[in-house]
């Protein structure tokens, strides 16, 4: 009792903490002090007034769906005697595996600079910077030459490292159950199984709506989605962010995605967010970074491929190079197993003052990278709001498809989720799928890496986001995966707690 209290005492102070340094911390400062020359403001009863005041204004709301908002993130309380390094993964064969593939990624990008005789970093010429400045909006149009410049990894790189990950206490081991997994991740993680996720994503059951997809309940379609549009309505009138995020776990209405999903993410176009996103802006105008072609690349190879995104290419390349530029993102390193890599300026490296993150936001772009930004261009057409949702999105969610780590959202465990599932519950596709030499995860990882996006129909997976961002959890895309090849027909439903497993149909999709 007294470690639960000590845990929920540290979390307040953090959360405070944080809060402390944010606009809205500020702007309840400002409104608290012009509240004093109120009428109804009483010195005998300033807190309880003030309070009040709060709360008819509506600024209360605000501080609850920023403190929701906070706990989202907040990495779950660890051991008081554990070293920080567990906060970011407590297991230390994880943590080794992730520190070796950095190394390597960084080899790669090193051995490409060499190679192309390009500086990681330079300041564009004032020609350069007027040009780059007068097609902002239209660099799709730009073609520049890219043949030279190669992805850091693709998602089947990251796989064989994964394949090859190995807890030492288990090498020699003889657990039947880890034994018996004939799957290509080989370690001992603990993962849901269906009893647990029949519980875990319980309004996914046979007795609830849902919005978009072929479920089996008694009332008319039309009936329930004019109802499901009616709550969706009132949700976003009361601004409250956990009831949105409740209420989109049984879909979310085209016409309310983009208001309800920034309501999730407690995401508000402000004018200093604006401003932000304009600084940003003009650090890509002053200064050229390596990773910008590596971006470009991206951006040519993958969505501007693809039927649905090809139109959002200019979009995709204001984002993401803001986004290369964007300090604050470092803040979620602080709980990912991931570090960010350093640079050193010429002639000073390995002292430590010198020493610089790159790129400035820690994130180095892979292989289909641009394509976690491609859905969201459907719903923000604002360049500042559009980059608030796709940073906020990540530093919750995508980075975990691209790190190493025992995180119940991490790559790892999807891996290992979707691998037990198909094996227990599909066992002849599973040993039929191996005997011809087509491992299920060799298949499937790359639709995991993307959470889908590219493999969907657009309003296919806008409605399974609608269910990572319901849930706070990326589990979702490792259950539609484990039917993904089985069927043409979306059925995405669950029984309700009690409900035999013979009885329990696991999501399907169909992107054909």
């Known amino acids: 009792m007294l470690q639960e209290e000590s845990d929920l005492s540290l979390i307040i102070a953090q959360i405070v903490q944080k809060l402390k340094g944010s606009n809205l911390y500020a702007q309840l400062e400002r409104q608290a002090w012009a509240s004093l020359q109120r009428p109804e403001i009483k010195l005998e009863s300033l807190k309880e007034d003030i309070k009040e005041f709060f709360k008819i204004s509506g600024w209360e709301k605000k501080l609850q769906n920023a403190v929701y908002s906070e706990l989202s993130v907040f990495p779950l309380p660890s051991h008081p005697a554990a ?54 909006n239209e660099m799709g149009t730009d073609e520049p030459d890219l043949s030279l410049f190669r992805p850091v990894y693709a998602p089947k790189d990251f796989l064989e490292v994964l394949i090859n990950l190995r807890n030492p206490n288990y090498e020699n081991g003889d657990s039947l159950s880890f034994r018996t997994h004939l799957g290509l991740i080989q370690v001992p993680l603990k993962v849901k199984d269906i009893p647990e996720l029949k519980e875990f994503f319980v309004e996914l059951g046979l007795t609830t709506g849902q919005l978009g997809i072929d479920d089996s309940t008694q009332v008319p379609p039309e009936l329930f989605e004019n109802e499901h549009v009616r709550i969706g309505q009132k949700v976003l009138a009361e601004q409250d962010s956990a009831a949105a995020q409740q209420y989109v776990r049984q879909g979310s209405p085209t016409a309310l995605r983009a208001e309800l999903w920034a309501l999730i993410l407690n995401i508000s176009s402000q004018p200093e967010d604006i401003l932000y996103y304009e600084q940003l802006k003009t650090n890509v105008i002053q200064h050229d970074l390596l990773v910008d072609s590596l971006i470009y690349k991206d951006v040519k190879l993958t969505a501007s491929n693809d039927d649905y995104y090809f139109v959002f290419e200019d979009y995709l390349y204001q984002v993401l190079l803001c986004f290369s530029r964007d300090t604050s993102v470092l803040g979620h390193f602080a709980y990912s197993s991931a570090s960010p890599p350093k640079s050193y300026i010429r002639g000073k490296l390995g002292l430590e003052e010198y020493a610089v993150f790159y790129p400035p936001n820690g994130v180095i772009p ?56 198909l094996q227990t519950y599909l066992p002849q596709l599973f040993y039929h799928l191996r005997e011809i030499g087509a491992q299920p995860l060799r298949i499937s990882f790359k639709w995991m890496v993307r959470a889908f996006s590219g493999y969907l129909a657009t309003d296919q997976l806008l409605l399974l986001w609608d269910r990572i961002l319901g849930y706070n959890s990326l589990e979702i895309l490792a259950v539609s995966t484990g039917n993904e090849s089985t069927s043409s027909q979306i059925t995405w439903v669950y029984p309700s707690p009690g409900t035999s497993d013979s009885e329990f149909t696991l999501p399907q999709f169909s992107y054909l």
């Open 366 to 421: 892979f292989h289909g990278f641009s394509m976690y930004v491609a859905p969201l261009c459907f719903l923000y057409h604002e360049p500042s709001k559009l980059y608030q949702i796709f940073r906020e999105m990540y530093v919750r969610f995508f980075f975990r498809l691209h790190s190493i780590s025992s995180h119940p959202s991490g790559i790892v465990s999807l891996c290992l989720l979707f691998e037990t599932l």
């Open 83 to 136: 070293p920080p390094e567990h906060l970011k993964e407590p297991l230390v064969y994880m943590r080794k595996a992730q520190g070796s593939w950095e190394k390597r990624i960084l080899k790669s990008l090193n051995s490409m600079c060499t190679e192309l005789s390009i500086p990681l970093a330079r300041k564009r010429p004032v020609g350069e910077q007027k040009e780059l400045l007068n097609k902002w």
